[in-house]
């Protein structure tokens, strides 16, 4: 073979491979995409997730085989899922729907500890003061759709407060007249997301058709306040600001105008 | 029917090993046995010897995944096995895709079109390199694990003892390219993690030892060798070991060789001693 054979082969596998590579990837990009996928407990935040499982399915093993099985009209609830091609999830990372099958948060967190990676890990399930427990995990968060949450009719309903594994904490109920009949109150389900674990028993509770509580994934659903926010009437919050400088500079100059002209700027006051 | 048998002594051999890991990792599942436990990717031996896929294990550290150390171990146990003993004997006694490829083969063969290639072999020789080294880099660009995402021995393991999904897609896909379009064109041209193996079992000790005096070149290891191109330098030509690293020992040649040719053997690397034990029987 002469140089230029080789040279002229060499250039074609690069771009055959590349070719193909990037197809591959392209799928490989776009399966990843899947930021609604729950994942088990301990498992860390997605995109550190999805690099770091093996998609080995030992925790789905564990799942499937734990103590704590759970029976209902005599079909064995699965809760974990390895994703296969057609699932929503990414392809071969475990994950579950909480309407069909809820996490039951086993006390000894059989899914956690059979990782053999990392991806699903203690150090994500703990709380402050470096505790691991079932009742730390950040699974997801519930959410609830009060357009056909039957208590927000004013109907009594609580299904998803008694469900919750994390009861008067994760889910509470909320008291409130009701204004249409007069005499009557409405019992609100409220979520508090630091307790939530986005078990999902709720969503598997929910009475209404497709459920009015949701499991969402905390990184999807949850907001972020910015640093500037400071709760004046939470000791804890006002320590973020002990050390703040009272100094303040003012980088723009004032505004000319009357505070009313600056506020609507623009708006046509003669129609 | 009793020669019938040796005459596919390490046939039935690599369907048992093949059916039987896929039957363990079924029933680490299905049953919570623990002998065998998770797929292809990462499994559990006993429940305690950890085995990594090299592949899938360099995509992660391309990825920038911080890599545990049950995974060094499974990865050291595996380079070990293969490194010394298998060779590239994982494609064709473990990976299931191994089932569906070479029944496209079988299927060539008996409607005899083996010759008909949409794609020319010669073109794509070195392609599964390419390719391996090209997910190594999409790895790093995308920040997954890129192959591990249509990585059909992935989607047959995860499909038998999880859920398979829409995964027989791909697998019928594989079957009718290996069919119709390209004879042995997975395995042969295209699957990276065969790469890998082919590297790491480059210097491994189990080889098929061929005696040009028994040979009488009537071409039988050819028609049904996955990789004939490692047949070549050495069938009727002279003594020697089949050296060429996509070998995957699968000891077809050397059921079908009627002239006692050929046979598994220790490869020696110390030279001027003659030293073939004789691993077969």
Aim: net charge positive; aromatic share 10%.
């Amino acid at each position: 073979m002469d140089r230029r054979t080789f040279l002229n082969n060499l250039i074609q596998l690069s771009a055959a491979a590349t070719a193909a590579g990037a197809i591959a990837s392209a799928f490989a990009e776009e399966n990843k995409d899947k930021p609604l996928a729950l994942r088990p407990p301990g498992a860390l935040p997605e995109k550190e997730f999805i690099k770091t499982c093996i998609r080995c399915g030992l925790c789905v093993d564990a799942c499937k085989n734990r103590e704590n099985k759970m029976i209902i009209n005599g079909k064995e609830i699965d809760t974990l899922y390895l994703a296969a091609p057609g699932d929503n999830a990414p392809i071969g990372t475990p994950f579950f729907h909480p309407r069909t099958g809820p996490c039951f948060m086993c006390d000894d967190i059989p899914c956690m500890y059979a990782c053999p990676t990392g991806a699903l890990t203690p150090k994500e399930c703990q709380n402050d003061k470096g505790e691991v427990a079932i009742d730390y995990a950040k699974m997801g968060v519930a959410v609830i759709d009060p357009s056909s949450c039957i208590a927000f009719w004013g109907l009594q309903c609580t299904a998803c407060y008694r469900a919750c594994p994390e009861m008067d904490k994760a889910i509470t109920i909320e008291w409130k007249p009701n204004e249409r009949t007069g005499e009557h109150a409405y019992r609100i389900p409220v979520v508090h997301e630091k307790y939530c674990t986005g078990c999902g028993m709720c969503e598997m509770a929910c009475i209404t058709e497709k459920p009015a509580i949701k499991i969402f994934p905390r990184e999807v659903f949850l907001g972020k306040v910015s640093n500037r926010y400071v709760k004046g009437w939470s000791k804890q919050d006002q320590q973020r600001v002990k050390n703040a400088s009272t100094k303040t500079t003012t980088k723009t100059p004032w505004s000319s105008e009357n505070p009313i002209q600056n506020l609507n700027q623009g708006v046509n006051w003669n129609d | 029917m009793i020669k019938l048998i040796t005459k596919n002594r390490y046939l039935i051999l690599r369907r048992i090993t093949q059916f039987l890991i896929l039957f363990l990792y079924f029933g680490a599942n299905y049953y919570g046995w623990k002998v065998l436990i998770g797929n292809l990717s990462f499994s559990k031996l006993f429940n305690t010897i950890p085995l990594t896929d090299p592949y899938a294990f360099l995509q992660m550290l391309f990825a920038g995944a911080v890599i545990s150390s049950n995974l060094i171990i499974g990865l050291i146990v595996v380079l070990l096995f293969y490194g010394i003993i298998g060779g590239r004997a994982y494609c064709s006694w473990v990976c299931p895709v191994n089932l569906i490829t070479d029944l496209a083969a079988w299927v060539r063969r008996k409607t005899h079109h083996e010759k008909d290639n949409l794609v020319s072999a010669m073109k794509i020789k070195k392609f599964r390199y390419a390719f391996l080294i090209a997910m190594l880099i999409f790895s790093t660009i995308i920040g997954a694990a890129a192959y591990e995402f249509i990585n059909p021995i992935g989607i047959f393991t995860r499909g038998v003892a999880f859920t398979l999904g829409f995964g027989w897609v791909w697998l019928l896909v594989i079957f009718i390219f290996d069919a119709f379009v390209l004879k042995n064109g997975w395995c042969g041209h295209i699957c990276p993690v065969g790469a890998m193996y082919s590297l790491i079992g480059a210097k491994n000790i189990i080889r098929v030892y061929h005696t040009k005096e028994n040979c009488t070149n009537c071409g039988n290891c050819f028609m049904v060798c996955p990789e004939a191109q490692v047949l070549g330098p050495v069938i009727n030509k002279k003594d020697d070991y089949i050296t060429g690293i996509e070998c995957t020992n699968c000891g077809r040649c050397i059921e079908v060789c009627e002239d006692n040719a050929l046979k598994f053997s220790l490869r020696n690397f110390i030279k001027g001693e003659k030293n073939e034990k004789n691993s077969s029987n």
